[in-house]
């Protein structure tokens, strides 16, 4: 048996496969799991490590180790995969913030998609953030429609910004927004959250998740990574999201996701109102006065249904 004290505690940094890389404040480990600690495809109780996990490892030589036990979370963000209730994939714990990224062309952005993670951020009390890149791509035109869809979500409350990874549009903003905080970037794949994370913090992609050990996917993101940044703060890099489902979240809590239906959600006539068909309904009275953006609460249906 080991000393207590060849105990180390440290911060999953990685996870491809079945190797686990951790970093404690001196050195970095490539650990394998012991017992039944698994990582792997996602689905279900296999999926039990996640990037930023803080964990507890016994070194096995100076670059190896094995980790032993997952300290409790603060935060986790957890999406369903496929359609069977218990395939949960945790895509990462202990962070402060998301990054909702999209792209202002190629992929052309859906607020559908900001809407669902939204939904993910609240339901994990993590606080989230817009950001549109590509902002270089499209005409005048498309980025001043752009800006008038996402200004909805300024005046809700999120921070929004406007980026691109090709000039220097929106770097600035994108550091304060990251600065001291451990955020994970998400969003569809290719809207370019890789390219971003190198361009604000050079160097980055030559350790970056980009190339997997076989050389294969050299410009996908195939495992997520949690970076440090030089200016402060920390952050997560995940491989692009092709679905996202909800099914995992209770339909009460769906409309808690929608911040602006919150402070209404105790005055509907009916307790149990799922603010759909029920009369006397305080969300779609707001809605008809134009309190509440009717595509926000189209969204909010769309997703109800998909609860079900
Ligand atoms: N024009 C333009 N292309 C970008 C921008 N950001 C990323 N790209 C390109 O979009 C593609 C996907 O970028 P990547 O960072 O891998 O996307 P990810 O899947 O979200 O990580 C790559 O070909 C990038 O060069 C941008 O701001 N402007
Ligand atoms: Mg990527
Ligand atoms: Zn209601």
Avoid: W
Avoid at 171 to 182: T, V, Y
Avoid at 200 to 211: E, K, T
Avoid at 283 to 297: G, L, N, P
């Amino acid at each position: 048996m080991p000393e207590p004290t060849d105990v180390e505690v440290g911060t999953v940094y990685r996870i491809l496969g079945k190797e686990v890389s951790v970093r404690t404040d001196s050195k970095t480990f490539a650990c394998s799991l012991r017992g039944r600690l698994f990582t792997g495809d996602g689905s279900g109780e296999r999926n039990q490590l996640a990037v930023g996990d803080r964990v507890e490892l016994t070194p096995l030589s100076s670059s190896k180790g094995v980790i032993h036990a997952v300290l409790p979370r603060s935060t986790a963000i957890v999406r369903q995969v496929g359609k069977r209730k218990l395939s949960l994939q945790v895509l990462a714990a202990n962070v402060d913030q998301i990054v909702i990224v999209s792209a202002l062309e190629r992929p052309r952005f859906k607020v559908g998609l900001i809407d669902r993670f939204l939904v993910i951020a609240h339901d994990a009390s993590i606080a989230a953030a817009l950001c549109l890149n590509k902002i270089d791509l499209g005409d005048d035109q498309a980025l001043v429609e752009a800006r008038a869809e996402l200004e909805l979500y300024r005046t809700l409350g999120y921070p929004v910004i406007f980026t691109s990874a090709k000039t220097e549009a929106g770097h600035d903003e994108l550091r304060a927004l990251l600065k001291d905080k451990r955020s994970v970037l998400t969003g569809h794949s290719g809207v370019g959250k890789s390219k971003l994370a190198a361009a604000i913090q050079p160097g980055l992609h030559l350790s970056s998740a980009g190339v997997d050990r076989h050389g294969k996917g050299r410009h996908t993101t195939t495992a997520s990574t949690l970076f440090s940044l030089d200016f402060g703060g920390e952050l997560v890099d995940t491989p692009g999201v092709r679905e996202l489902s909800l099914g995992h979240i209770e339909r009460r809590k769906l409309a808690e996701g929608f911040i602006e239906f919150r402070p209404l959600l105790h005055q509907c006539h009916f307790a149990s109102c799922s603010h759909i068909p029920e009369p006397h309904c305080a969300v779609k009275e707001a809605v008809e006065d134009k309190k509440i953006a009717r595509k926000r609460y189209d969204s909010y249906c769309r997703l109800y249904e998909e609860l079900g």
